[in-house]
């Protein structure tokens, strides 16, 4: 999630703004898969496929197979099928992508774990291909991947920052972690997603003031020329190219209204906002579906501590979900999810 504490001043990874210390604590390393409660037969899964299942990160509270007691289980990466809500573990990790097939799961277990791939429809055990940190993000036509490894740079303790807060490294590399070549992306700018025609990366840049919580989008080749600004004001981060390549959706932050998705074209032009944070009730992520004609959202409630600041204390209390609605916004409605509970869920999904 956006801005755990203050509403003014975030100063989160643009890779990973949501609720670190929630994330750390819910990573998990084990590199198993098998089946869960809920699991869709075959039929469902190949009807799932026609559909696309989503893929995100989450901690899940449910009764296993067999047993009486319920059980909570952290950092998940599952796949749901939209429509039933039925899901399948996949592997323990986070901030994955998968290829544009559907076949293969790349992600994170953390900056110094590397990226690693599991097939999303065979069961093997994942397998680390890179030593490089950073969330993987495909090519388009599945060959190769980029990802940006991130610093934080210090700061000196009560003053405001004259530079960007971090300093990034973009690296190409096969499908399968080899010939890694780094790329002349801005040390400002980390990469969010991959344009359809292979043509264009769209950033998060922290090249603007005020540094480590400003962060603006970019579009730019993916050789680092022809740069463009999108968007102006707030921390805007979450970025992803429509299917079409017409359209980038985002998600942008003000101290006075929060949350909000917005959807832009690529050249900046006509943005509006499709989902605002309303009362506590709060958007933090969204991602398309195959076709771009829908959305799915992250959500989650805010609390109010002692000083009336909006924050996420207790997961449990927080009602992670996930939302549909159509890709303008209208026709939203909570997915359910078939015998499991949300206790937390990540902001950087995906839709294949």
Request: proline content about 7%; overall charge positive.
């Given at each position: 999630?956006?801005?755990?504490?203050?509403?003014?001043?975030?100063?989160?990874?643009?890779?990973?703004?949501?609720?670190?210390?929630?994330?750390?604590?819910?990573?998990?390393?084990?590199?198993?898969?098998?089946?869960?409660?809920?699991?869709?037969?075959?039929?469902?899964?190949?009807d799932a496929k026609s559909k696309g299942r989503l893929f995100i990160t989450a901690s899940l509270r449910y009764k296993p197979?067999?047993?009486?007691?319920?059980?909570?289980?952290?950092?998940?990466?599952i796949a749901i099928d939209p429509?039933?809500?039925?899901?399948?573990?996949?592997?323990?990790?986070?901030?994955?992508?998968?290829s544009p097939d559907g076949e293969m799961l790349l992600f994170s277990r953390g900056r110094e774990s590397g990226i690693w791939d599991v097939d999303t429809r065979q069961g093997n055990a994942p397998a680390k291909i890179s030593e490089k940190g950073g969330r993987p993000i495909w090519s388009p036509d599945g060959k190769h991947i980029v990802t940006t490894e991130q610093e934080l740079l210090p700061k000196e303790e009560g003053k405001k920052r004259t530079?960007?807060?971090?300093?990034?490294?973009?690296?190409?590399?096969?499908?399968?972690?080899?010939?890694?070549?780094?790329?002349?992306?801005?040390?400002?700018?980390?990469?969010?997603?991959?344009s359809p025609d292979g043509k264009w990366f769209v950033t998060c840049s922290d090249r603007h003031e005020p540094y480590?919580?400003?962060y603006q989008l970019y579009v730019m080749k993916t050789d680092g020329t022809q740069q463009r600004r999108?968007?102006?004001?707030?921390?805007?981060?979450?970025?992803?190219?429509?299917?079409?390549?017409?359209?980038?959706?985002?998600?942008?932050q003000t101290a006075k209204e929060g949350n909000?998705?917005?959807?832009?074209?690529?050249?900046?032009?006509?943005?509006?906002?499709?989902?605002?944070e309303?009362?506590?009730?709060?958007?933090?992520?969204?991602?398309?579906?195959?076709?771009?004609?829908?959305?799915?959202?992250?959500?989650?409630?805010?609390?109010?501590?002692?000083?009336?600041?909006?924050?996420?204390?207790?997961?449990?209390?927080?009602?992670?979900?996930i939302a549909i609605m159509n890709a303008d916004g209208s026709n939203r409605r909570e997915m359910k999810l078939a015998g499991a509970k949300f206790v937390f869920v990540g902001s950087l999904g995906d839709w294949r």
């Open positions: 999630m956006l801005l755990p504490t203050s509403r003014s001043a975030p100063g989160l990874s643009r890779g990973s703004i949501v609720a670190l210390a929630a994330a750390a604590l819910f990573a998990g390393i084990l590199p198993t898969i098998q089946p869960v409660p809920g699991q869709a037969p075959a039929k469902a899964q190949a197979d067999g047993q009486d007691e319920e059980v909570k289980k952290h950092g998940l990466i429509v039933s809500g039925k899901w399948t573990k996949l592997a323990e990790g986070n901030a994955g992508r998968v530079k960007p807060a971090w300093k990034d490294e973009t690296w190409k590399m096969d499908a399968d972690g080899r010939n890694p070549v780094k790329l002349a992306i801005p040390d400002t700018d980390s990469v969010q997603d991959w480590g919580h400003g999108l968007t102006k004001g707030g921390l805007n981060c979450y970025a992803r190219f429509s299917p079409d390549g017409k359209k980038i959706a985002y998600t942008r909000s998705i917005w959807v832009a074209d690529v050249d900046g032009k006509n943005a509006r906002e499709l989902i605002k309303e009362n506590l009730a709060s958007p933090d992520s969204a991602f398309w579906s195959p076709d771009g004609k829908q959305l799915a959202v992250t959500m989650f409630d805010w609390t109010l501590n002692e000083q009336g600041r909006r924050t996420v204390g207790d997961p449990n209390d927080a009602n992670f979900r």
